[in-house]
C-alpha cells in the first residue's frame, strides 16, 4: 500500500474511530442497557482489529518490512505513533535482477 493510501486510511480510520466514540458516549447518556454497549465495544474492537491490521500489514509489506510487526498496533499508544512512523516512512527502491 503507498504511502498517499495508507494515510487515508489512517484519516478514515481516526474519523470512523472518533464517530464511534461520540456515538457511544451519546447512547451511554440516553440508555443504560450493558447490551448495546457491548455492542458498540465489540465493535469498536472488532474494526481495530480488521481494518487497522491489515492496512498495516499491507504498509509493511509495502515498504518491505515483515508484517507481523503489524500486530504492534495493539499496544495502545507505541501503535498510534507507530502508525504515524508509517505515514512518514518511504518505501524502498523495488530490487531489479537482469538474468544475463
Request: charged residues 15%.
Amino acid at each position: 500500500m503507498t504511502r498517499s493510501k495508507y494515510i487515508i486510511c489512517f484519516i478514515v480510520f481516526f474519523i470512523f474511530m472518533v464517530f464511534l466514540s461520540i456515538v457511544e458516549r451519546a447512547i451511554q447518556g440516553s440508555l443504560a442497557d450493558s447490551g448495546v454497549m457491548a455492542f458498540f465495544n465489540a465493535l469498536k474492537i472488532f474494526v481495530v482489529f480488521i481494518f487497522g491490521y491489515f492496512c498495516v500489514a499491507k504498509r509493511l509489506k509495502y515498504i518491505g518490512l515483515n508484517t507481523y510487526y503489524a500486530w504492534l498496533i495493539i499496544i495502545p499508544l507505541f501503535g498510534f505513533i507507530f502508525c504515524i512512523y508509517l505515514c512518514i516512512k518511504k518505501s524502498e527502491e523495488k530490487k531489479i535482477f537482469n538474468n544475463k
